[in-house]
């Protein structure tokens, strides 16, 4: 099994990279895994340099239960909003265009790359599959995952794989948030995150506000949900 490499992130739902570029930008080497098509066309392009300097590998793939050809669904409007399966709460079956992917589990892309430092999950209802992935000899130090139907089941994983300390961030207000100066993690950079970005990690995550997995439980429960609010969760 490849070991734990502490210059490594993975991000899981590259989208069309404004992650990738952070983390590339702070110096850390990059995983960035990918099931859109189109969007693995423009991170290879947005980032041939880095892919030629061996500091980022883009996997095109889509991670499931098993691995595999399936059917993988992009939303017709929101580039961000593609998923494996519909909730159907929120969509109707016409709000996608169906194609076909390759899968994977998670635990072969740390069999392929080694653990990384930090884990970003954002696969829109699938971020289940590469927590319940994780073990206690294969956790990165920090991960974050977006909240979602299945966050109580993932909670309850990581508590199981020896995680302590959960915090929630509102994403919406990740535009207010600045790099730490000095840099806790890697290097200091200037940025204004967007919409489209999971923003601070690790080190540079607010002091305050960790809570143990009682509290992160009880926590979740009481998430206001209006006004288009969403929100991830930290673990260390």
């Not at 290879?44 to 669904?73: C, H, K, M, N, Y």
């Not at 995550?205 to 609010?229: C, K």
Request: with cysteine; glycine share 8%.
């Amino acid at each position: 099994m490849a070991g734990s490499r502490e210059r490594l992130i993975f991000d899981v739902g590259a989208h069309t990279g404004e992650d990738t570029d952070f983390y590339l930008r702070k110096g850390f080497d990059v995983v960035a895994v990918e099931a859109n098509p189109h969007h693995v066309a423009h991170l290879r392009q947005r980032f041939a340099s880095q892919i030629r300097d061996r500091r980022l590998v883009v996997e095109s793939v889509a991670v499931g239960a098993r691995p595999g050809t399936g059917t993988f669904l992009l939303h017709k409007s929101k580039s961000d909003w593609h998923r494996c399966e519909i909730d159907r709460d929120r969509f109707r079956s016409d709000d996608f265009d169906q194609i076909e992917v390759d899968y994977i589990t998670f635990d072969k892309l740390v069999e392929r790359h080694g653990v990384p430092y930090y884990l970003k999950i954002d696969i829109e209802g699938s971020d289940i599959f590469a927590i319940k992935a994780i073990d206690a000899a294969t956790r990165p130090k920090y991960l974050s995952f977006e909240v979602g139907k299945d966050c109580r089941d993932c909670l309850g994983h990581l508590k199981d794989c020896g995680y302590g300390e959960f915090l929630i961030v509102t994403q919406h207000r990740n535009r207010d948030l600045r790099c730490s100066y000095p840099a806790q993690e890697g290097l200091f950079v200037q940025v204004e995150f967007t919409g489209h970005m999971s923003g601070l990690f690790g080190r540079e995550l607010p002091r305050l506000g960790w809570l143990s997995h009682e509290e992160i439980m009880a926590a979740i429960a009481n998430l206001a949900w209006e006004g288009g609010e969403w929100y991830d969760i930290h673990a260390r």
